[in-house]
């Protein structure tokens, strides 16, 4: 099947509704979709696309049940063929695609980053990227890339657990 380049909620609400607890960890996050593009058509569904989630270790059995599943993702069938599963490992340079803005401009995502690094005792320099936008269940929301770097061990796995930014289920 064909999935639009936006499918983040379809995609969330397609995983939570094949398992609800997804939908009560706030810890819970889940990467769109890496398929082939179709263009402006979108991108397609082949065996090579990858599923990515990063959740708590006592949540991987629970998420290991959804192998096999087939779920319908914005009008597209998919089946979720076998999972690999992976410890998180200390990376001194992170990048996220899309974290969530609370306002919509590049000065109060600093601040954003800035304070939620402090509330995790991160200390390092981070590069804030392109502006996204994605489809939320309100409307539109504002994300921009993010990539932290000369991270310590510690930190960057303290980072990776915990996340930071809203709706991570979304991407």
């Known amino acids: 099947g064909r999935l639009p ?6 995609l969330w609400q397609a995983l939570v509704q094949a398992a609800p607890w997804l939908g009560d960890d706030d810890t819970v996050a889940v990467l769109p979709i890496r398929a082939a593009s179709a263009g402006d058509e979108g991108l397609v569904l082949q065996s090579r696309s990858r599923l990515l989630m990063r959740l708590p270790e006592a949540r991987v059995e629970a998420a290991l049940g959804l192998c096999g599943r ?8 998919a089946a979720l063929g076998e999972a690999k599963t992976r410890a998180l490992a200390p990376h001194p340079t992170l990048y ?3 974290v969530a803005a609370e306002r919509d ?5 600093v601040e954003q980053v800035k304070r939620d690094l402090d509330l995790l005792g991160v ?8 502006r996204t936008l994605t ?3 309100r409307g539109d929301l504002a994300g921009y890339s993010l990539m932290l770097v000369e991270l310590p061990a510690r930190q960057s796995l303290a980072l990776q657990v ?4 809203a709706h ?3 991407g």
């Open 5 to 10: 380049r936006d499918h983040s909620l379809a």
């Open 70 to 77: 087939r779920l319908e993702i914005a009008g597209a069938p």
């Open 96 to 98: 996220a695609h899309r």
């Open 105 to 109: 401009d590049e000065e109060s995502i």
């Open 123 to 130: 200390n390092a320099e981070f590069i804030i990227g392109r």
């Open 135 to 137: 489809r939320g269940e």
């Open 162 to 165: 915990a996340g930071i930014g």
């Open 168 to 170: 991570r289920g979304l």
